[in-house]
């Protein structure tokens, strides 16, 4: 068997997604993600000009080998455009071995280690009152685990936060990046208050998350750990960038909140001194951005070891491909912590028609051979790609740096 032909099919239904199709010279074909958000015509470059033409001829089954092929083929290691590139592939043949098995992906990985798998929405507000009514909207729907984030009063716009009340919150900006002006002080005595309003109203039981988004530096990250541990907080997220890994020794000093972290990592490597020195909880590298399938499954179990558990990235700047390939994984990994949600708009769904479904609370994995999620390329035509950008953030007095 050979791969006889590949293309990328980026369309824009409400937001950019970049996919990958691997075509056999037997006619299965498979498909993967390969969508970074604001970033995404770099990677449909990196597979057209560079990884497409070295797959004719492979034999589509070698998925192994392939990976380090590409991996090790492109000599400059790792970054998020060539593991995004990477990932695509490994995502598309794995779906291709899949629907040869006549299998759900999930039996090729091990069978289930669970009947289905809890997520997380998103609940956001400009103010904690408006907040508290998403957060219930959340709980109505079934949900058992729900991201909480609020406006702050005196900061005008907050990443993370829905720009219009009662919209759903975008994580990208049309066009350039817009500048938002952050206040670390005025976040750091408003989250508490947030939270024991969330814990007054919805009591003990509902699991709560927050994302701080890379915005503080450790010492403020484990001074916010400790303001909310009467809360109970599923977990922190983001709370620093990772780039400087030690700084989750220090957050560890202080709290027993919970840490989470990994979105925008892209490999086992950005990840193994947090996971060998136990500073993290939840690791959330996904399948697009680290390499697919054959590489996250490795920092999953070296993350085993050390009991950290996952909980997989799943915003909406991810396709439904990914999404239906992570659940999948969550279906299969032991050490399974949570899936993150954001519903996709019927537009989108309409374009990658899946077979995952959700139902109070969770993700129950279909049972169609391979991934379970197509793309309808009729469709996804009509919807051309539109440039995105995701935003940076300033301090009071115009500063930029910020680790
Ligand atoms: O809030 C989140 O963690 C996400 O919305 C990320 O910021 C976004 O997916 C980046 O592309
Ligand atoms: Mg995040």
Request: glycine letters at 8%; proline letters at 5%; a negative charge.
């Amino acid at each position: 068997m050979k791969i006889e032909h590949a293309y990328t099919i980026v369309t824009s239904p409400g937001r950019n997604f970049v996919t990958l199709k691997i075509v056999t010279d037997e006619g299965t074909y498979g498909i993967g993600d390969a969508t970074l958000n604001g970033r995404e015509m770099a990677v449909v470059a990196y597979l057209e000009e560079h990884v497409i033409p070295a797959l004719i001829g492979r034999d589509p089954q070698r998925i192994e080998d392939i990976w380090h092929y590409l991996y090790r083929g492109a000599y400059w290691r790792r970054g998020p455009v060539t593991m995004s590139a990477i990932a695509a592939v490994d995502m598309a043949l794995w779906d291709i071995k899949a629907k040869l098995a006549g299998m759900p992906l999930y039996q090729l990985l091990g069978g289930k280690s669970r009947d289905r798998v809890m997520v997380y929405g998103h609940a956001t507000g400009r103010d904690i009152e408006s907040c508290l009514e998403e957060v219930a909207r959340h709980v109505e729907q079934g949900y058992k685990a729900v991201r909480v984030q609020a406006g702050v009063p005196g900061i005008a716009s907050i990443y993370g936060v829905a720009k219009k009340e009662g919209e759903p919150y975008e994580p990208a900006d049309a066009d350039l990046p817009t500048e938002h002006v952050w206040s670390t002080s005025k976040y750091l005595n408003h989250v508490p208050k947030l939270f024991a309003a969330v814990r007054e109203r919805f009591g003990d039981d509902l699991h709560v998350l927050h994302d701080v988004h890379h915005r503080l530096t450790p010492i403020e990250a484990a001074r916010l750990g400790k303001a909310v541990e009467p809360y109970n907080l599923f977990w922190l997220e983001d709370c620093v960038p990772a780039e400087n890994q030690e700084g989750f020794g220090l957050i560890r000093q202080h709290t027993t909140t919970p840490l989470a972290v990994g979105e925008v990592f892209n490999s086992l490597f950005d990840a193994k001194t947090l996971i060998e020195n136990q500073w993290i909880d939840y690791i959330r590298a996904t399948l697009t951005h680290a390499g697919g399938i054959t590489h996250v499954r490795r920092i999953a179990d070296l993350a085993g070891l050390y009991h950290v558990r996952t909980g997989f990235h799943g915003p909406t700047d991810l396709s439904p491909v990914c999404m239906g390939a992570a659940v999948h994984f969550d279906t299969w990994v032991p050490n399974f912590g949570i899936q993150e949600y954001m519903p996709h708009t019927d537009e989108t769904n309409a374009v990658f028609p899946h077979d995952y479904r959700f139902e109070a609370g969770h993700f129950i994995v279909g049972e169609t051979p391979g991934h379970g999620v197509d793309i309808d390329e009729m469709l996804a035509k009509q919807y051309p790609y539109k440039r995105a950008s995701l935003p940076v953030n300033r301090l009071e007095d115009g500063t930029l740096w910020h680790w």
